[in-house]
């Protein structure tokens, strides 16, 4: 009979199991931890922190004394107290300009999200003539600057006397953001299958029942990413209150803190703390809808 001998083992799979060697996954482990890496993630670290900085300060000098913001402005976390928010929020009126911000942003938020959904669902699965055309119609307004109508604008809403109103003001806000959002809901839902709404069809439904039960779930990720970015935009708006709302009845978050820079002195203390109060609805934002804005974009890329 003929000796039968016994397969040697792989020497790469035995580098590869064996970690106490010298070789194999140690070895690997040891490669990724080059110079060139390092020195990189020293320059990303040195990054974030120059990035974070600014924030960081901001917080420092809300919650330090006020003659500690005075003395040493820029020590970070020297002294401890409440009074620079107080201040504030009653002497300087935040109380007022949030909730005005949130009548400014919330609305106009929603009016562009609704549009521009069932305007992106029509130009992507609703066949009619001129769908085209209509589109590169309405994207056109991404590449039209609002300081070239905004003069005109404003003696458009004087004429009509939505001038210095909340109507005025989010109709203005809303119009801003429709081409964006009209472009962006256009990718998702031209990349769902065209079967699902054929069998919806067959099954009976109605064009309604297909948008609202079929499609609108399936782009949840874009109608959240959507959201922020038009939230985040809105309710950082300078220029649209400062020109619409003249009258200072409802001044939102960020042309509150432009009152702070009047006059000949500067309250640093009570600045920091407005600025705080106006970033900080922005970053809970973005914390609890990270996902979907992380989903979104990284969809519409790559259907884009």
């Known amino acids: 009979m003929t000796a039968v ?13 064996d970690p106490e060697s010298g070789q194999g996954r140690g070895s690997i482990a040891a490669r990724r931890h080059t110079p060139r890496q390092v020195v990189l993630h020293l320059l990303l670290a040195a990054m974030a922190v120059f990035t974070l900085m600014p924030v960081i ?16 402005p820029f020590g970070l976390f020297t002294s401890f107290s409440f009074q620079n928010i107080v201040d504030a929020w009653t002497v300087g009126r935040f109380s007022d300009y949030v909730l005005n ?3 400014l942003t919330v609305p106009s938020t929603a009016l562009v999200i609704v549009i521009s959904v069932m305007a992106g669902y029509t130009f992507a699965r609703l066949p009619f003539a001129g769908r085209t055309f209509l589109f590169y119609l309405v994207v056109l307004g991404l590449l039209v600057p609002f300081f070239t109508y905004m003069i005109p604008l404003y003696f458009q809403l004087r004429g009509m006397g ?11 806000l809303a119009s801003t953001g429709i081409s964006f959002g009209t472009f962006f809901m256009r990718a998702f839902f031209a990349e769902l299958p065209q079967e699902l709404e054929q069998s919806a069809r067959v099954d009976g439904a109605s064009e309604l029942q297909i948008f609202l039960r079929v499609m609108l779930p399936l782009v949840g990720s874009g109608i959240g990413a959507l959201t922020v970015f038009t939230f985040l935009a809105n309710w950082n708006n ?3 209150p400062l020109l619409y709302l003249p ?58």
Do not use: C, H, W
Request: charged share 15%.
């Open 238 to 240: 300078f220029l649209i």
């Open 5 to 17: 001998t016994p397969a040697r083992p792989d020497r790469r799979i035995t580098e590869l199991a």
């Open 162 to 172: 939505l001038l210095d109103t909340l109507v005025g003001a989010n109709l203005v």
């Open 57 to 72: 300060l901001v917080i420092s000098t809300t919650l330090k004394t006020p003659q500690d913001v005075r003395i040493n």
């Open 247 to 304: 009258s200072g009845d409802f001044r939102p978050l960020t042309a509150g803190l432009y009152m702070f820079t009047g006059g000949r002195s500067l309250d640093i203390g009570p600045l920091a703390a407005g600025t705080l109060i106006t970033i900080l609805p922005v970053i809970v934002l973005f914390i609890v809808l990270q996902r979907q804005v992380t989903q979104g974009f990284i969809s519409g890329a790559v259907k884009g």
């Open 101 to 103: 911000s949130i009548l």
